[in-house]
């Protein structure tokens, strides 16, 4: 059986693709490719929608990046024709995205010859089909089912919340001591950070002993929304509280960060209230064997960012003494 290693190893060309790096989970992917590229494959192509601050980081970092997005399939095509392995994040930044049409980026992989493709996705993904914004997912899988012949190797990730998503939040957590979101706080989930994700499939790629197949990528524990802030509350030493608030008022924030698309305001909307409906409340240990070590816990991620959840006068002055 073919790998994804295996693929890239007898390849002259030794190119990954990776979609929608103008969205954090796509720029972490790519960026860990770049960090890593060498003995396994020589080039990383970065393909967004909006060109913003991510992009311009992944240029810096010598990634080729490409414009692609779903109303226009046959740009599409021509871009995987760089690639040996094209990696599908999903597009959510794109306008077309809740028009389900998002499937343009699995079929493109059949016109062009890829032979390695990785589509990620979430966990229950099947679960998700009334909620508008994560409903293509479910199809981009049911798509991948139709084509997985047409293809010489394929792997499904689905993926839970990422404990990333507390960054759009730090000021939050810094300035007011509080994290509000659109969900209970006994909601639970097992959050992954999306580093260990991306170094997951890094490995994936690389390694013959990961056959292509389904894997689920969770952290390794399950909390709930009072558990995050508690731990919050640990890592910087400042009581943090949490707050149920309506789904508006939580947009309403992320929209004056100025830091994240319309469309992805509304996927983070909609995921937490699958959260809500407990369709995220999995716990595997996929993730674990495919970095070969534990992920890393949602205390350990605070822990390590911290100074990212610290009002900016206090690192000030701790800076100046």
Known sequence: MSTFASILDASSRKSVLVTACDTFPGYMIA???????????????????????????????????????????????????????????????????????????????????????????????DKMRDLKMLAPLHEMEMTLEKIRNQIECVSLLRCSLHTDMLWLFRHQIAEDRKLCLSVGKDAKCAPMVEKDGAHGLYNMLTDSKFPPGVYELTGPEKVSMADMAHKASSAIGKDIKYEHVSRKDMEHYLHKQDEICSSEICFIGDLLEAMGKNVLDVCTDDLKKLLQQDPMSVKEFLEKNSKDFKPRSSSTEATAA
């Open 31 to 125: 960026r860990e490719l770049l960090k890593r590229k060498g003995k396994h494959f020589e080039r990383v192509c970065a393909g967004y929608y909006k060109e913003n601050k991510l992009v311009h980081l992944l240029k810096h970092e010598g990634a080729h990046c490409i414009h692609m997005e779903i109303s226009k399939p046959d740009a599409i095509c021509d871009a995987y024709h760089k690639a040996d392995v094209v990696i599908v994040v999903p597009p959510v930044s794109d306008e077309h995205w809740a028009k389900k049409d998002g499937c343009v980026y699995l079929h493109a992989a059949t016109k062009a010859g890829v032979k390695g493709l990785v589509l990620c996705s979430k966990i229950n993904a």
